[in-house]
């Protein structure tokens, strides 16, 4: 199981540690750095900064928001970050939920999200390939566009720039079985948001289809400390806003999840909090059971015992936001 940093994406400003880290962990032999995006920075720009100072590290995007950008405009992305580092890219999409596609990008959420998804993917295959002009009947990602408010007059195109890796590896964000299942499909890895190594089988059926080198790489928040359930405090206030927040309550994709994990009550009674003002109780509202489980927090020998059960399922790559340099080193060590 490789290593890796998840920077995410910034809060009211840039993080004057992120570069700093990001340095620490190429050093401690990280295999990739991740950015992520939301409704603030960009995933590609900050990850463009950190490219030019190392000279090793992969370099991930955990994740670029489908809605954001055309899929063209995301293969661009990729194959010029690709070419400026040296190969190092590891695309990781995501389709987000209605309540930002519809309220930040002013874009209708698809009625079909695995079409939607299957039609990016195949975009931006074609242009990395680059065999042809790149052509799709698509439903949601027509080339040329076909629609009647169009001219008629859009030409076919092959990108200009020749890409470096035709193969460049495309990883997605998805939570639902079938959307789990079609990312083993038409995807090189795949991008779990809650993982609990003790949960495992709840992937098996979706992932069966997996092929060789399928990359299995969720993220987890870690942090070496010796208080447990203070060390689990960062990780409640992130699922409680995710679960309470970061969705509509009526269609929350990371409650859901946590339903399906075994916490179907206590994901409804964060979201009702979280729905009244009451954020603080949201965040108190989440069981340390499901934050441990998800997480690697304590002194360094319960992080070594449950880094040992990260290390025992299908997970390649495990994604770590860790706060500090000594939780970084302390997890290159214990993973040898």
């Given amino acids: 199981m490789r290593l890796g940093l998840a920077l995410g994406y910034w809060g009211r400003g840039p993080d004057p540690h992120h570069l700093r880290l990001a340095l620490y962990a190429e050093e401690l032999g990280y295999h990739s750095v991740w950015t992520a995006e939301s409704w603030g920075s960009d995933a590609f720009t900050p990850l463009t900064w950190i490219a030019a100072r190392t000279s090793r590290i992969r370099l991930g995007t955990a994740v670029a928001q489908m809605a954001a950008r055309t899929p063209t405009a995301t293969a661009m992305h990729a194959l010029t970050l690709d070419h400026l580092s040296g190969g190092r890219l590891l695309l990781g999409l995501g389709l987000s939920g209605p309540q930002v596609v519809e309220g930040w990008y002013g874009r209708p959420f698809p009625a079909s999200p695995l079409t939607a998804t299957r039609e990016y993917v195949d975009v931006v295959r074609q242009v990395l390939r680059r065999q042809g002009p790149v052509r799709l009947d698509g439903r949601f990602h027509a080339h040329p ?4 408010d169009g001219t008629g ?14 193969d460049l590896p495309v990883l997605l964000g998805a939570e639902g079985p079938k959307n789990i299942a079609q990312t083993a499909r038409i995807a090189d890895g795949w991008l779990p948001l809650y993982w609990s190594p003790h949960r495992a089988e709840l992937y098996e059926a979706a992932l069966a289809a997996a092929p060789e080198g399928f990359l299995v790489a969720p993220l987890a928040q870690a942090r070496l400390c010796a208080d447990v359930a203070e060390g689990l405090r960062p990780v409640k206030a992130m699922l409680g806003f995710y679960i309470g927040g970061m969705g509509h309550t009526a269609r929350n994709f990371h409650a859901d999840l946590m339903a399906r994990m075994g916490f179907e009550d206590e994901a ?16 108190d509202a989440v069981p340390d059971a499901f934050a441990d489980e998800i997480s690697l927090v304590g002194p360094r020998e319960r992080i070594a015992e449950r880094l040992a059960l990260w290390r025992a399922g299908p997970v390649t790559d495990l994604l770590v936001t860790a706060p500090d340099p000594d939780t970084l080193r302390v997890l290159a060590e214990l993973n040898g």
């Fill in 153 to 166: 007059l859009g030409r076919p195109l092959k990108p200009i720039t020749h890409p470096l890796r035709s």
């Fill in 268 to 283: 409804r009674h964060i979201q009702r909090l979280f729905r009244e003002g009451r954020r603080a109780e949201a965040v």
């Fill in 145 to 148: 566009y076909a629609g009647e």
